[in-house]
């Protein structure tokens, strides 16, 4: 399967090594920058298998013609390329988030209808070891009724993060903490207590991060409509590095926590009728320690969506669930900004609404 990525920044290695490990053939690599994409090539040795380099995207996809295309650009332009990967019949994995506004999710989600591709993004957590284990659990009903649940970001950035790329933290680009930092465990938070939300109720904040023009801190409940609740704390004002990220759930015969650099780590898992012998063999069997963040889920992202394009399963992070983060994201900036909560869905909210926000 013919593959290429568009953008060769800090996630792009991930992109490339899930690409070999799933025997892709990389035609191309396209970056304004090409002095970054001649670096990735050769960090990878992609020019020994032909891999070609451009500075516009447009003309690769009318030159190499990829099956498959990889967008890891700055986040406001994910809709643009994504669109006309589509329209040159382009199946697409996009990084988080799919898009900053609901109405470019909206029309990608449309255009890869029309055009019979795939829209996958990137939450490639849902794939952690930790997270199907969980996963498995709520569909065999094993928490009984779901209480609530609380996802935490406890995470650090600093002035040089957002010096090395000048679309971080802008609305236009980027949008904040929430946005950029925290999406991936919003996404599972949101999957795992039942998608359909009632009502929001956010509070953010720019407490340390002047040289920004979006928030640092986020803190939400959220209602779902099957009765339950969740609670989102999301910062990258913590001292002096990252400190965890963290699922919990509570139900009514179970209680769970991941955690870790990347809720990698099942750190509990107590159910009724589960031994603690039964307890420590999940942990030990299910958990990983990645080297950083982003953890191992990108091959098995990849490996879902090519079996998906050849018609042997369904996406696991399609485009509605891209756009069901995104939606929760944008509600709690909504609700932040209006000091009031906010009813889903929504229909045309968008990251730059917020402009001067702080």
Known sequence: MKYALIGCGRISANHVA?????????????????D??????????LKDQGTAIY????????????????IATESGKHARIALDCMDFGCSVII?????????DADAMIVKGKEKGVKVCVCHQNRFNKSIQKIRSAIDGQAFGRLYYGTAHIRWNRGREYYEQAGWRGTWEEDG????????????????????DID????????????????????????QFKN?????????????????????????????????GKSVNAIEEWRFAGCTKEDAEQVKKEYSEYPPNVYGYGHSKLYENVIAAIKGE????????????????????????????????????????DFTGRF
Not at 28 to 34: G, K, Q, R
Not at 176 to 195: P, V
């Open 313 to 352: 399963c369904e996406l696991l992070a399609d485009g509605e669930a891209g756009r069901r983060a995104l939606e929760l994201v944008l509600a709690i900036y909504r609700s932040a900004a209006d000091g009031q909560p906010v009813k889903l869905p929504l229909k045309k909210d968008a990251s730059v």
């Open 199 to 222: 009502t929001v109720y956010g509070i953010t904040d720019r407490l340390c991060h002047p040289y920004i023009e979006a928030e640092d801190l986020g803190i939400a409940l959220v």
């Open 227 to 259: 009765g339950s609740y969740g609670i989102i704390e999301g910062t990258t004002d913590i001292y002096p590095e990252n400190l965890e990220e963290t699922l919990y759930l509570f139900g009514e015969k179970g209680t769970v926590k991941a955690g």
């Open 18 to 34: 899930a690409a070999l490990n799933n025997h892709l053939k990389i035609t191309a690599l396209s970056d304004i920058h090409t």
């Open 95 to 103: 990084e988080k988030p799919i898009a900053l506004s609901i109405e």
């Open 36 to 45: 970054r994409a001649k670096d990735l090539a050769g960090r990878f040795s």
């Open 55 to 70: 500075a516009d995207y447009m003309e690769m996809l009318e030159t190499q013609q990829p099956e498959l295309v990889a």
């Open 176 to 195: 904040g903490a929430l946005m950029n930092q925290c999406i991936h465990n919003i996404d599972l938070l949101r999957w795992m207590m039942g998608d």
